[in-house]
């Protein structure tokens, strides 16, 4: 079910504790003198698997990056990645305190939420499989380019991204300038066709596939301090176009006595929805800065701070550390790790939709008077930390296995229910808890 966009911030959990093992730097291996190119596969492999609370989604992502230096100045890379969702994923509809009926994105299956329960869409699973290869040439004195792809697919999305970046040592090679921009092209074929902006479930106005599309630059700065310091800061422009909706999510409904609007066809808990909206464009800006401090005997304190901000709406902070600790000389080591998230919500994120503000009914027609909205949680106003650690034995100059794990909690902020009708008295802004356990190797081939 469209991985990327439905399981997005699965990802972004995934996503920290992947870097971490793939993408990792110490200060003493950037300012090391220059070695003899081995020309063997460098190989970084991990299995990651993530299971969030209350029977919700879990997934399991086993990742593979084999790096080889062709030569002192040629490198190859490629990533191969694969995702298996199952579990259950919130369809965007309030928590009520009446049993909610839905039929599944093929229109066959049904599934329903208890009183006082999320509306989870029990039929939500997918996989992913992608590539990525990335080709690192010189380009002038002190200069190099990097050029490359990716190529992913599901069953209802694919997509397909080229990029190019370059960079330049100046400053006694202890300053690095870099550029990249990367083009992307996706295809969404919603299960059961896209719906129709903002159109009222009950009539199932559907359409056939969709696309997007996604340009991204981005400008750096690496300084190189000292042996044992580092920091780098980039800025990067997002600018998105196209069919950015999630065509599983839906709004809640309600009458001017903040009750569930009940179907027109009579059937038992079926009740009123409308199908999300979002822009058809998105920019957003970035700033991000990190710290690697060496501070002698193999440790390693890094920091992080990165801001967000988007023409939706929504501005974002991330605070990220680590501190990389050897356990004496015999090559193990732990990294606690804290990072804490948190953003505003959407201008068009509204839990529901309440008839004569938002919209108006006349018989089984459902006239909206609003543009956008979407009721998706990571749209919503929310703060979410990630603590653990990871643990691990490095059995040679390039032989290292590791284990992590970590928590994440997302708490949602800023959504009070109505003090009366079918929402009164129940829970708006439900904690999401999920446990990511995350096995690496990393060797030469």
């Not at 209802?156 to 970046?165: E, K, P, R």
């Not at 992307?184 to 129709?196: K, L, R, S, W, Y």
């Amino acid at each position: 079910m469209q991985l990327t966009t439905q399981g997005k911030n699965i990802r972004q959990a995934l996503m920290t504790a992947s870097t971490a093992l793939l993408g990792s730097l110490t200060v003493a291996s950037a300012v090391q003198a220059a070695e003899p190119v081995d020309t063997s596969w460098k190989v970084d492999s991990a299995l990651l698997l993530y299971k969030e609370n209350e029977g919700r989604v879990q997934a399991a992502e086993p990742v593979v990056s084999l790096k080889k230096d062709l030569d002192e100045d040629h490198s190859l890379t490629v990533k191969l990645v694969a995702d298996s969702l199952t579990g259950a994923s919130p369809n965007g509809a309030a928590r009520a305190g009446k049993v909610q009926t839905f039929t599944g994105p093929s229109g066959s299956a049904q599934y329903s939420a208890q009183p006082g329960k999320l509306p989870l869409d029990n039929q939500f699973k997918d996989t992913r499989a992608a590539v990525t290869v990335a080709y690192v040439r010189p380009a002038g004195e002190n200069a190099r380019m990097t050029l490359g792809g990716n190529i992913s697919g599901e069953y209802d999305f694919q997509s397909v991204a080229l990029n190019g970046a370059y960079a330049k040592d100046i400053n006694g090679k202890n300053t690095t300038l870099s550029a990249g921009l990367n083009v992307e092209f996706d295809n969404i074929d919603a299960v059961g066709g896209a719906p129709e902006p903002l159109s009222v479930v009950w009539q199932s106005k559907k359409n056939g596939g969709d696309t997007k599309t996604l340009a991204e630059v981005l400008l750096g700065v690496t300084q190189v301090v000292n042996r044992n310091l580092l920091f780098q800061i980039n800025y990067s422009l997002a600018s998105g176009s196209g069919y950015q909706s999630d065509p599983y999510k839906v709004v809640t409904l309600l009458d001017g006595a903040n009750n569930l609007i009940a179907d027109p066809s009579g059937a038992v808990n079926r009740y009123g929805y409308l199908y999300e909206s979002r822009p058809d464009a998105h920019t957003r800006h970035g700033l991000f800065g990190v710290m690697k401090y060496h501070t002698g005997g193999g440790q390693v304190v890094e920091g992080s701070y990165r801001f967000t901000t988007d023409d939706w709406g929504i501005s974002s902070h991330t605070l990220d550390a680590k501190y990389y600790l050897p356990l004496g000389g015999n090559g193990w080591y732990v990294e606690p790790h804290l990072r804490f998230y948190t953003q505003t919500a959407a201008d068009f994120y509204t839990p529901w939709l309440t008839q004569g503000a938002d919209f108006t009914l006349a018989g089984a027609t459902v006239t909206p008077l609003v543009t956008h909205a979407s009721a998706d949680p990571r749209l919503a106003a929310m703060d979410a930390t990630t603590i653990g650690f990871r643990v691990g034995k490095r059995m040679g100059r390039d032989s290292d296995l590791s284990l992590r794990l970590e928590q994440y909690e997302q708490q949602g902020t800023g959504v009070n229910a109505p003090a009366t009708g079918d929402l009164a008295g129940v829970d708006q802004n439900p904690a999401l808890k999920a446990m990511i356990v995350q096995v690496g190797y990393s060797f030469r081939w």
